[in-house]
């Protein structure tokens, strides 16, 4: 017989030798229809009566994975032989065992039928089997120790329980007729107390070489004594295991950009462990921002530049040991400028107000263009330019002032404007005054009034104390030294190096006629100036630095593209012309160094620049434009 109602018939495995044919009676109870409808003829001679002899062989098997749990149950049935229709009889049927409720040493259990019988249940069977302490292997027994206790209800309290301790429940019913249900058996853990929970771990920071968490417990009945705190990954293996009574740790000594695993347990009075929690995170790629946290942020970037392949460093003896392209035309004035394009350079700076990014407080964005010690005594400070240019709200209105932008100016500007200001925001001015015919940057009005009263005095003081009361270098040069047949180092050595004008020679002018310099025509001191042309050399890519400005044979490549100073409008900077005496030098667009400018004319760009004190500290951010630096 291979088929039966209800039953599945499993055909034996040819290339298993243990396996057998035979119904699947996993899970299942109640009673079958072996065969129906057999008929046994009979006649005359047999009066009515025959005997016949069967042989019924029952092959009943069970799939289940592990056969151990089956080692010593029974299994019970009977043929039952009817000229009567007879209706399949069921059974009682257990699929579930409640826990109702934990004490000291019991544990309250309910049985839960989907199948109450055709008979009815007068009656209930528990046992409980111990299986050994959380944790160990126990090794099956072929001995049925199991001590059945009867009750009237379904309901059942295990008594004498051992903490911490497995056990195997089990549970059976009676019908009416007798006829036994399955036995469910389940696993349960004695617990004589509640121990401590990690409910949930929360990173709360990290960095590079550190994770900080914070968890959630929740106390037993025992309480809480200490946590073990285990990091594992990278070369952390085995795990190591840190030990403290508060819910913040801090994991220290971590590499960068590495995966960790993070497992908590808390710890109660007498010694017991609650489960572990568990959580991974990867760590941060070592970055400025994560090492100059809290620190001099000058000097550590002095000591961590190497991290951050947009700064370079313009010593000649490294330079020469690095090769980068065009190494050897460094200032090699020991300073550590950004160079490259905008997106390798991240060095936004938030200043004047507590947050901004390119969606907040805009006009607070600033944009580090490097680390000068210009006194040479190791006092290294940042020098920071307005990343968009000076409005006409935040400079105001005086004898520089012309007009705001004209936003149908023929001028390329609607190709190469990399800012977000609305045209008609951004201020025009002269370089000195409307009516000045002569370029000396301490008489200029966009100097004096414009950039050192009106827009200083704008700046919050808790933000303005930070700003160096500096000494700029405004001597100048010819006008065929700055853009004609010229390169970074000639510009820088001419603008502020070893071949700048000095005092005594010609080159300076008062209004009336040419004369030599005196010290006070080359220098001027005080809070807000503008970049210099050697300040948008240098920050273009270094592979640009041999070409010349206006008029080089290679200015039409557009390297502005690799320059991350570079905002695409006309720009003055604050380097005069010294043969030209109504001349300064601006950024033209598209982006070369160009002298032709008469210092009344129409140029509408100006981003004022400024150096910071020494002892300002980096707070936070990663230095992009929505995550800038923030100082104190």
Same mark, same amino acid.
């Given at each position: 017989?291979?088929?039966?109602?209800?039953?599945?018939? *499993?055909?034996?495995?040819?290339?298993?030798?243990?396996?057998? /044919?035979?119904?699947?009676? %996993?899970?299942?109870?109640?009673?079958?229809?072996?065969?129906?409808?057999?008929?046994?003829?009979?006649?005359?001679?047999?009066?009515?009566?025959?005997?016949?002899?069967?042989?019924?062989?029952?092959?009943?098997?069970?799939?289940?994975?592990?056969?151990?749990?089956?080692?010593?149950?029974?299994?019970?049935?009977?043929?039952?032989?009817?000229?009567?229709?007879?209706?399949?009889?069921?059974?009682? *049927?257990? &699929?579930?065992?409640?826990?109702?409720?934990?004490?000291?040493?019991?544990?309250?259990?309910? +049985?839960?039928?989907?199948?109450?019988?055709?008979?009815?249940?007068?009656?209930?069977?528990? !046992?409980?089997?111990?299986?050994?302490?959380?944790?160990?292997?126990?090794?099956?027994?072929?001995?049925?120790?199991?001590?059945?206790?009867?009750?009237?209800?379904?309901? @059942?309290?295990?008594? $004498?329980?051992?903490?911490?301790?497995? #056990?195997?429940?089990?549970?059976?019913?009676?019908? $009416?007729?007798?006829?036994?249900?399955?036995?469910?058996?389940?696993?349960?853990?004695?617990?004589?107390?509640?121990?401590?929970?990690?409910?949930?771990?929360?990173?709360?920071?990290?960095?590079?070489?550190?994770?900080?968490?914070?968890?959630?417990?929740?106390?037993?009945?025992?309480?809480?004594?200490?946590?073990?705190?285990?990091?594992?990954?990278?070369?952390?293996?085995?795990?190591?295991?840190?030990?403290?009574?508060?819910?913040?740790?801090?994991?220290?000594? +971590?590499?960068?950009?590495?995966?960790?695993?993070?497992?908590?347990? !808390?710890?109660?009075?007498?010694?017991?462990?609650?489960?572990?929690?568990?959580?991974?995170?990867?760590?941060?790629?070592?970055?400025?921002?994560?090492?100059?946290?809290?620190?001099?942020?000058?000097?550590?970037?002095?000591?961590?530049?190497?991290?951050?392949?947009?700064?370079?460093? @313009?010593?000649?003896?490294?330079?020469?040991?690095?090769?980068?392209?065009?190494?050897?035309?460094?200032?090699?004035?020991?300073?550590?400028?950004?160079?490259?394009?905008?997106?390798?350079?991240? &060095?936004y700076v938030c200043f004047g107000a507590d947050?901004?990014?390119?969606?907040?407080? =805009?006009?607070?964005?600033?944009?580090?263009?490097?680390?000068?010690?210009?006194?040479?005594?190791?006092?290294?400070?940042?020098?920071?330019?307005? !990343?968009?240019?000076?409005?006409?709200?935040?400079?105001?209105?005086?004898?520089?002032?012309?007009?705001?932008?004209?936003?149908?100016?023929?001028?390329?500007?609607?190709?190469?404007?990399?800012?977000?200001?609305?045209?008609?925001?951004?201020?025009?001015? #002269?370089?000195?005054?409307?009516?000045?015919? =002569?370029? %000396?940057?301490?008489?200029?009005?966009?100097?004096?009034?414009?950039?050192?009263?009106?827009?200083?005095?704008?700046?919050?003081?808790?933000?303005?104390?930070?700003?160096?009361?500096?000494?700029?270098?405004?001597?100048? $040069?010819? /006008?065929?030294?700055?853009?004609?047949?010229?390169?970074?180092?000639?510009?820088?050595?001419?603008?502020?190096?070893?071949?700048?004008?000095k005092s005594g020679e010609s080159g300076c002018?008062?209004?009336?006629?040419?004369?030599?310099? %005196?010290?006070?025509?080359?220098?001027?001191?005080?809070?807000?100036?503008?970049?210099?042309?050697?300040?948008?050399?240098?920050?273009?890519?270094?592979?640009?630095? *041999?070409?010349?400005?206006?008029?080089?044979?290679?200015?039409?490549? #557009? @390297?502005?593209?690799?320059?991350? +100073?570079?905002?695409?409008? %006309?720009?003055?900077?604050?380097?005069?012309?010294?043969?030209?005496?109504?001349?300064?030098?601006?950024?033209?667009?598209?982006?070369?160094?160009?002298?032709?400018?008469?210092?009344?004319?129409?140029?509408?760009?100006?981003?004022?620049?400024? #150096?910071?004190? /020494?002892?300002?500290?980096?707070? /936070?951010?990663?230095?992009?434009?929505?995550?800038?630096?923030?100082?104190?």
């Amino acid at each position: 017989i291979k088929e039966i109602d209800g039953l599945v018939y *499993h055909e034996k495995d040819e290339k298993n030798p243990n396996d057998v /044919s035979g119904f699947d009676i %996993t899970g299942k109870s109640g009673s079958f229809a072996i065969k129906v409808g057999e008929e046994i003829e009979v006649t005359k001679n047999d009066n009515g009566e025959k005997e016949e002899e069967w042989e019924i062989k029952v092959t009943l098997i069970n799939l289940d994975n592990d056969q151990n749990r089956n080692t010593g149950k029974e299994v019970t049935g009977e043929v039952v032989i009817t000229t009567d229709t007879m209706d399949t009889y069921k059974l009682a *049927h257990i &699929n579930n065992v409640s826990i109702d409720e934990k004490t000291v040493d019991s544990i309250t259990t309910t +049985l839960k039928f989907d199948e109450k019988g055709t008979a009815g249940i007068k009656e209930y069977y528990f !046992a409980k089997e111990e299986k050994g302490k959380v944790g160990e292997v126990v090794p099956a027994s072929l001995e049925d120790v199991k001590i059945w206790e009867k009750e009237s209800s379904p309901t @059942h309290i295990f008594t $004498n329980l051992t903490s911490d301790t497995n #056990y195997i429940i089990y549970g059976y019913a009676v019908d $009416n007729n007798d006829f036994k249900s399955n036995v469910y058996e389940t696993e349960i853990i004695a617990t004589a107390k509640k121990l401590p929970e990690i409910k949930s771990i929360e990173v709360i920071s990290k960095s590079y070489n550190e994770i900080s968490i914070q968890i959630d417990s929740e106390e037993g009945d025992r309480g809480i004594k200490e946590y073990e705190y285990e990091i594992s990954g990278a070369t952390i293996n085995p795990g190591r295991i840190e030990k403290g009574t508060e819910k913040t740790h801090t994991f220290e000594g +971590l590499e960068e950009e590495q995966e960790y695993t993070i497992k908590v347990r !808390a710890i109660d009075s007498e010694g017991d462990k609650s489960t572990d929690s568990v959580k991974t995170e990867t760590t941060l790629k070592k970055t400025i921002g994560l090492l100059c946290k809290g620190k001099e942020f000058a000097s550590c970037i002095k000591e961590n530049y190497e991290i951050d392949g947009a700064i370079i460093y @313009h010593n000649l003896e490294d330079a020469t040991k690095k090769e980068f392209p065009n190494y050897n035309l460094v200032a090699n004035d020991d300073s550590y400028r950004y160079a490259g394009s905008n997106d390798i350079v991240n &060095n936004y700076v938030c200043f004047g107000a507590d947050t901004c990014s390119d969606t907040e407080n =805009y006009d607070n964005l600033y944009r580090i263009i490097g680390i000068f010690d210009d006194n040479k005594n190791n006092q290294y400070k940042l020098k920071l330019i307005k !990343a968009d240019y000076l409005t006409a709200e935040e400079g105001g209105v005086s004898e520089a002032y012309f007009n705001t932008f004209d936003q149908n100016n023929p001028d390329i500007v609607s190709l190469y404007y990399r800012g977000k200001l609305p045209l008609s925001k951004i201020g025009g001015y #002269y370089w000195a005054g409307k009516d000045i015919i =002569y370029n %000396t940057w301490s008489s200029s009005f966009l100097n004096t009034e414009n950039l050192n009263i009106i827009f200083y005095n704008k700046i919050p003081e808790k933000y303005r104390i930070m700003i160096e009361n500096h000494i700029w270098t405004v001597s100048g $040069n010819t /006008s065929r030294d700055f853009v004609y047949e010229t390169n970074a180092l000639k510009v820088y050595n001419i603008e502020l190096g070893e071949n700048k004008i000095k005092s005594g020679e010609s080159g300076c002018y008062d209004g009336v006629t040419p004369r030599v310099c %005196t010290e006070k025509d080359l220098t001027y001191q005080d809070e807000i100036g503008l970049m210099y042309v050697s300040d948008y050399y240098y920050t273009m890519d270094s592979k640009y630095w *041999h070409l010349s400005g206006f008029g080089g044979d290679d200015y039409y490549s #557009y @390297h502005y593209l690799d320059n991350w +100073l570079y905002m695409g409008i %006309t720009e003055w900077t604050i380097t005069r012309v010294s043969d030209i005496y109504i001349n300064a030098l601006m950024i033209s667009a598209p982006a070369y160094p160009d002298y032709n400018v008469y210092i009344n004319a129409i140029v509408d760009g100006v981003r004022p620049t400024f #150096y910071l004190n /020494s002892d300002v500290k980096l707070v /936070s951010g990663n230095g992009t434009i929505s995550n800038p630096y923030t100082l104190l």
